[in-house]
């Protein structure tokens, strides 16, 4: 009797403990999901929150190439600072296309996402509604650089107008510089020449005994002067007579060691007052 009581408990205690064991096997698969899920959300919410950050960083980025273009537009004349200002407007406008396109990803996301979605919801709007701003801002920023080079323009038109009239005005000095030069050149300049009494015949500057006394006589044979500089003139001769018309005590008619004339102006103004030709016969 004792026997046949034990096979049924036996039976029984056998099917107890396969049952066990199929609920331990459903919890621990429920287990593997459940951890599998936090997993996959840890996962899921490490990405937007990459996402936020780099949109953030993009913020921040912005933010300091605004400071660089401020500097720099405050020598805007200068090829440096508008290289300056440039370069950071297209990384500004690099920076803020990429953030909208990470801010659209992110509201893709939401679509589908198990995090809390209201939480992620009120992230989204709030960087939706900061990229509106600097976006705005951004573009305030380019109107008052626009208007700037407006400025700059009709600046640099100014200066080259008054480039132009300095440069303009500076030729004109010039050329009455030159004529006042060739003026006052002319005023200090005078005429010389010495020859035999044949040879001034020749030139027709000696004619009956009289000289000058026509316009028809040679002026290519003298030699031109400035008075103010020229005040001797050595006449290679041993013999030496002044024809025109100079005040005596305006020069000196002297002898060098060779004993040939060297005409001396000791007064020129005095001496070429009277006339503004010389003519000296020598033999």
């Known amino acids: 009797m004792k026997k046949i009581f034990l096979v049924p408990l036996c039976l029984l205690t056998l099917a107890s403990c396969n049952e066990f064991g199929k609920t331990n096997e459903r919890a621990q698969m429920e287990r593997d999901s459940l951890m599998q899920l936090i997993d996959e959300k840890d996962v899921e919410l490490n990405e937007i929150m990459g996402s936020v950050n780099e949109i953030q960083e993009g913020f921040r980025l912005i933010n300091e190439a605004e400071g660089r273009i401020t500097v720099a537009n405050g020598n805007p004349e200068s090829s440096s600072s508008r290289e300056v200002i440039r370069e950071n407007m297209q990384f500004i406008q690099e920076t803020l296309r990429q953030n909208r396109e990470k801010v659209a990803q992110l509201q893709q996301r939401l679509k589908t996402t198990t995090v809390n ?6 992230t989204i709007e709030n960087l939706s509604a900061q990229l509106e701003e600097q976006n705005a801002h951004i573009q305030e920023l380019q109107a008052q650089l626009a208007e700037k080079d407006v400025q700059i323009a009709e600046q640099g038109d100014q200066i080259n107008s008054l480039n132009e009239s300095v440069t303009n005005l500076e ?3 010039q050329q009455k510089q030159a004529t006042i ?20 015949k020749e030139q027709k500057i000696l004619q009956k005994g009289d000289v000058l006394k026509s316009n028809n006589f040679n002026r290519d044979y003298f030699t031109k002067i400035d008075t103010r500089i020229d005040k001797e003139i050595k006449l290679y001769s ?3 007579e002044i024809l025109t018309n100079h005040p005596a005590g305006s020069y000196v008619l002297a002898k060098d ?3 040939q004339y060297v005409l001396r102006i000791t007064d020129p103004n005095k001496f070429w007052g009277a006339s503004k030709y010389l003519v000296i016969q020598v033999k």
């Open 117 to 122: 979605v209201e939480k992620l919801t009120k």
């Open 171 to 173: 030729a004109d000095n």
């Open 181 to 200: 030069t060739a003026q006052d050149k002319d005023l200090h300049s005078a005429w010389f020449v010495f020859g035999t009494k044949a040879e001034l």
């Open 238 to 240: 041993k013999s030496a």
């Open 257 to 259: 060691a060779k004993g």
